[in-house]
């Protein structure tokens, strides 16, 4: 189970990632094809532990399996 | 350009409150207020988070970022002003993602969702038939070189009318709402994504609202030309009204009449292409 820590821990480092590749495509430090490939598989990890973090409150971030 | 992408997601979300709002009016009704989507999305970051007993964990889990990804990859295509043909590849592989958001959870709701999805596989028809006719024309699937024809040559919009009809109908059928979306028909409740909440709803909601930008903002680009950004984005929302005012004036199809409808227009398009390819 996924705990707030980590959860942190894989927003804050996809964030820093994202304006890293970001800031280095537009000074021309990194190529725009790599910036790009690396926004596109980084993005969802953002969004996801971003999501998981607002919510984490509720369950101290369990992603709890519940039947119907 | 993280920064754009958020900027997108951010537009193409306030773009379905425009939508949803247009739709109310034009049925008599209030509406919800047009940043309606917006804080929906917020909500479900926030809410509660858990995946169902009967699911397939990395398929229910992987969809989602899935999703996300593929619309960010192709906003990056488009930005970039690379191939057609890669973006509607993109735009083809989402409805597998709709499969596999239906398919994963083990509800029967959003298995029949799925189902309704896969019957509704024509929709892709009409982009065929588009793609064909904007190469026809101008001997290119690069975006770049697209604009760069309409630098020369004007505007495809007119030249290749029944192309911007086939892309508009493709776009019609992956707007929320629309006579062709019976696969989130609210009989079975959201449709296919009726057991994605919480977390997974809200990223997905961002992930529909950056395609629903990426594709009016494509249909801008291919149609129109290079006109800058504001002249883009003003045609991006005209765009979305006249789609929302079909919405609101149509009654959602059944899967057959869908594609009944879809293979219609596409054999029209094909037969209009051979003419052009042959006779012209």
């Known amino acids: 189970m996924m705990k707030r820590l980590s959860i942190q821990l894989f927003a804050i480092i996809s964030g820093v990632i994202l304006v890293t590749t970001s800031a280095g495509a537009h000074l021309g430090i990194i190529a725009p094809s790599l910036s790009a490939v690396i926004t596109i598989l980084i993005v969802p990890v953002l969004l996801i532990s971003v999501g998981l973090l607002f919510a984490a409150r509720l369950t101290d971030g369990d992603i709890p399996f519940m039947g119907y | ?280």
């Open chain 2, 1 to 280: 350009m993280i920064e754009y992408i958020l900027a997108a997601i951010f537009a193409g979300l306030l773009l379905h409150g425009i939508h949803r709002k247009v739709i109310a009016r034009v049925q008599g009704r209030p509406g919800p207020p047009i940043w309606q989507e917006i804080l929906h999305t917020l909500k479900f970051l926030a809410k509660e988070t858990w995946i169902p007993k009967t699911a397939s964990q990395g398929v229910y889990v992987g969809v989602v970022a899935i999703s996300i990804g593929l619309w960010v990859a192709a906003f990056a295509l488009l930005m970039a002003g690379e191939s057609l043909l890669l973006l509607f590849a993109l735009y083809v592989l989402h409805k597998i993602v709709e499969h596999g958001i239906g398919l994963a959870s083990g509800s029967p709701y959003t298995k029949f969702g799925a189902i309704r999805s896969v019957v509704s596989a024509a929709s892709e028809l009409p982009l065929l038939s588009s793609v064909a006719l904007i190469y026809l024309i101008t001997g290119s699937l690069m975006i770049r070189d697209i604009e760069a024809y309409q630098v020369i040559n004007g505007p495809l919009l007119l030249p290749a009318l029944p192309a911007a009809i086939a892309l508009y109908m493709v776009i019609l059928s992956k707007i929320h709402y629309g006579p062709f979306s019976i696969v989130e028909a609210k009989e079975l409740v959201s449709g296919y994504w009726t057991e994605h909440f919480g977390v997974w709803r809200g990223v997905m909601n961002a992930a529909f609202g950056l395609k629903t930008f990426v594709l009016l903002y494509a249909f801008v680009m291919i149609f129109i030309g290079p006109v800058g950004v504001p002249v883009a984005l003003l045609l991006v929302l005209l765009l979305m009204v006249s789609l929302s005012f079909v919405c609101a004036a149509t009654p959602m199809l059944a899967p057959y009449d869908s594609v009944t409808v879809q293979t219609i227009t596409t054999a029209m398009i094909a037969g209009y292409i051979i003419y052009l390819g042959v006779f012209a």
